[in-house]
């Protein structure tokens, strides 16, 4: 009889930030286009590990469950992904998961992404609209521009290209390729141009456009396939163009 075929998991596992970190084995009973995520529920189901002794159940976080919620950021065989569109079928075995570097962890794989939420709040990441009230249509943008404006706007925050990005760490305060390729974003929307210099004002200082380092490693990874290189190398004319403005009081 054909032995039944298991799928190996190599899973770094953490009770909290301060804990130390270790490595947990299991074998998940295989079945075809399984993705991480659906081994991971496995693992809930019966938190068994590969020695057979009982564990906890092993912890992450996930929405959507469609590559558009960002939450079930991982790093799966050394590659910063999402645990919902990475199958399992399409890596090699063993299959190592590890949390995210760049943030903090709360458990096993789930991390705090808290750091991301907070540049999108510094860069002003929207479009300020008072009122409840209709407002009717808003301005049209050029075909042109509303066809990059929408890839830049697929950002799911997954945090992947922070994960990749050499100088966001925790001693830096940078805030990383998406909180920017988001001002390039909201500064080209019509009505979000009128906070244009905010948003550039807000990547010209400590943390900003500058303390990016141009590894382009962000470019590779993003699951979105978002041109966040050139998004970068926009803002560095833009803000330069700013900081004549405002050295000449334009
Ligand atoms: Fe994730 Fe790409 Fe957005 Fe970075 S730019 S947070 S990799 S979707």
Known sequence: MEAKKSIRLLITRQNDLHSPSYEEEFLVPYRPNMNIISALMEIRKNPVNAKGEKTTAVVWESVCLEEVCGSCS???NGKPRQACSTLI?????PIRLEPLKTFPVIRDLMVDRER??????????WI???????????????????????????CMTC????????????????????PLSQVRLFNTHPTGAMNKEERLAA????????????????????PKGIPLTTSIAALNRETTLQSFRNFFGG
């Open 116 to 125: 991301m939420f907070e540049a999108l709040k510094q860069v002003r990441a």
């Open 74 to 76: 991982m790093i799966i």
């Open 89 to 93: 079928d399409k890596l090699e075995q």
């Open 159 to 178: 945090g992947c290209c922070l994960e990749a990005c050499p100088n966001v760490n925790q001693k830096s305060s940078f805030i990383g390729p998406a």
């Open 203 to 222: 990547i010209m200082g400590a943390g900003g456009i500058t303390a990016c380092g141009n590894s382009q490693n962000c470019v590779e990874v993003c």
């Open 128 to 154: 300020p609209i008072d009122g409840t009230y209709d407002l009717g249509a808003g301005p049209r943008m050029p075909e042109k521009t509303r066809q990059w404006a929408y890839e830049l706007s697929k």
